[in-house]
């Protein structure tokens, strides 16, 4: 089980729904993936089309919990407003929070995501920040308040898995009692069962399942991956070596004396 | 009054927010509002006073990452 502030979880593989071809191959895929907490976000909403009301009701027949964001804020001030703005309509302290410090790359901004951070969680919200894997970045998140990290993998949607190897590995072995989920970047389910292999407590997946040629078998995959790399974890790895050590006994080897 | 909402002008009748936002067709939907960068709590909504000008974001769920 995965504890994220007060709230207990089974599933480690949280899912994005953005980017599907339509609301129904969404939904497939959300019970798929057997998640249980779905990102979610605000935009403008259209007296005419009324598009954000029909989402909101689908996701609500789906029966899981909604992280929202607040992605497109590039300063505190949007962050803040936006997370206050989620809030109210999703009835939740929940906020994935994201300031965005440079477009090309969708790279956080640190400075402004420790500030906005400091401020939601001194207002009660339950801060989830999307960060990078700096160490200290990440204290500085903890001291303000915050109690999970949202580290990414690589840039978003650019499926290039864990870009970072040895600064997340750094990362999970300073903060062992800190769940931490990666957040962005993975591409297949092999970057997400290495990243449960490593420790991470769970992976938030988006544009790797949306995008997929059949999103709902991608959504069946990553569970999979996340189920396995979180019982390989378990199980204990072996370290890995430079030489080789023969699996097959030695004692007894004909020819040998 | 013309008011700027979610980016276009529109013209109200009203100076409440709660009544602007039925005027303009948004009667009975889950939305939040902020008015002029400030976030406005739906209880707010029919004792602020809008002026000729304001900024108002009229925001819904949406699909996210």
Same mark, same amino acid.
């Not at chain 1, 700096?134 to 580290?151: F, I, K, N, Y």
């Given at each position: 089980m995965l504890s994220l502030y007060s709230t207990t979880v089974r599933s480690r593989l949280m899912l994005g729904t953005?980017?599907?071809?339509?609301p129904a191959?969404?939904?497939?895929?959300?019970?798929?993936?057997?998640?249980?907490?779905?990102?979610?976000?605000?935009?403008?909403?259209?007296?005419?089309?009324r598009a954000g009301q029909a989402f909101w009701a689908l996701i609500r027949q789906l029966?899981?919990?909604?992280?929202?964001n607040t992605a497109g804020c590039h300063s505190v001030k949007e962050a803040v407003t936006t997370a206050h703005m989620a809030r109210e309509v999703f009835g939740t302290p929940w906020i994935k929070l994201e300031v965005i410090g440079e477009d090309d790359t969708l790279q956080p901004d640190v400075f402004g995501l420790v500030e906005a951070a400091r401020t939601l969680s001194a207002e009660g919200f339950e801060v989830f920040p999307y960060t990078t894997e700096d160490l200290v970045v990440a204290e500085r998140l903890l001291s303000a308040g915050c109690q999970v990290l949202m580290p990414w993998g690589a840039p978003i949607g650019s499926g290039r898995g864990l870009n970072n190897l040895f600064g997340l590995t750094a990362l999970r072995a300073h903060f062992r009692e800190v769940p931490l989920i990666i957040d962005a970047g993975l591409g297949v389910p092999s970057h997400a069962a290495r990243a449960l292999e490593l420790g991470f407590d769970a992976v938030l997946i988006n544009t790797a399942?949306? &995008? !997929? =040629?059949?999103?709902?078998?991608?959504?069946? $995959?990553?569970?999979?991956?996340?189920?396995?790399?979180?019982?390989?974890? &378990? !199980? =204990?790895?072996?370290?890995?070596?430079?030489? $080789?050590?023969?699996?097959?006994?030695l004692i007894g080897t004909a020819f040998r004396g | 009054m013309k008011i700027?909402?979610?980016?276009?002008?529109?013209?109200?009748?009203?100076?409440?927010?709660?009544?602007?936002?039925?005027?303009?067709?948004?009667?009975?939907?889950?939305?939040?509002?902020?008015?002029?960068?400030?976030?406005?709590?739906?209880?707010?909504r029919a004792r602020t006073v809008l002026t000729e000008g304001d900024r108002v974001e009229v925001l819904a769920p949406m699909q996210g990452g």
């Amino acid at each position: 089980m995965l504890s994220l502030y007060s709230t207990t979880v089974r599933s480690r593989l949280m899912l994005g729904t953005a980017r599907y071809s339509s609301p129904a191959v969404l939904a497939q895929a959300v019970k798929a993936a057997r998640t249980e907490i779905v990102t979610v976000s605000l935009r403008r909403e259209s007296a005419g089309e009324r598009a954000g009301q029909a989402f909101w009701a689908l996701i609500r027949q789906l029966g899981v919990r909604v992280l929202p964001n607040t992605a497109g804020c590039h300063s505190v001030k949007e962050a803040v407003t936006t997370a206050h703005m989620a809030r109210e309509v999703f009835g939740t302290p929940w906020i994935k929070l994201e300031v965005i410090g440079e477009d090309d790359t969708l790279q956080p901004d640190v400075f402004g995501l420790v500030e906005a951070a400091r401020t939601l969680s001194a207002e009660g919200f339950e801060v989830f920040p999307y960060t990078t894997e700096d160490l200290v970045v990440a204290e500085r998140l903890l001291s303000a308040g915050c109690q999970v990290l949202m580290p990414w993998g690589a840039p978003i949607g650019s499926g290039r898995g864990l870009n970072n190897l040895f600064g997340l590995t750094a990362l999970r072995a300073h903060f062992r009692e800190v769940p931490l989920i990666i957040d962005a970047g993975l591409g297949v389910p092999s970057h997400a069962a290495r990243a449960l292999e490593l420790g991470f407590d769970a992976v938030l997946i988006n544009t790797a399942v949306a &995008q !997929a =040629g059949d999103p709902v078998q991608m959504a069946a $995959a990553f569970a999979q991956a996340v189920e396995a790399g979180f019982a390989a974890r &378990q !199980a =204990g790895p072996i370290e890995p070596r430079d030489l $080789a050590v023969p699996s097959t006994p030695l004692i007894g080897t004909a020819f040998r004396g | 009054m013309k008011i700027l909402v979610n980016g276009a002008w529109r013209e109200t009748q009203h100076a409440e927010l709660a009544r602007a936002l039925e005027e303009l067709g948004y009667g009975g939907s889950v939305v939040t509002t902020a008015l002029n960068g400030e976030f406005i709590a739906t209880t707010q909504r029919a004792r602020t006073v809008l002026t000729e000008g304001d900024r108002v974001e009229v925001l819904a769920p949406m699909q996210g990452g």
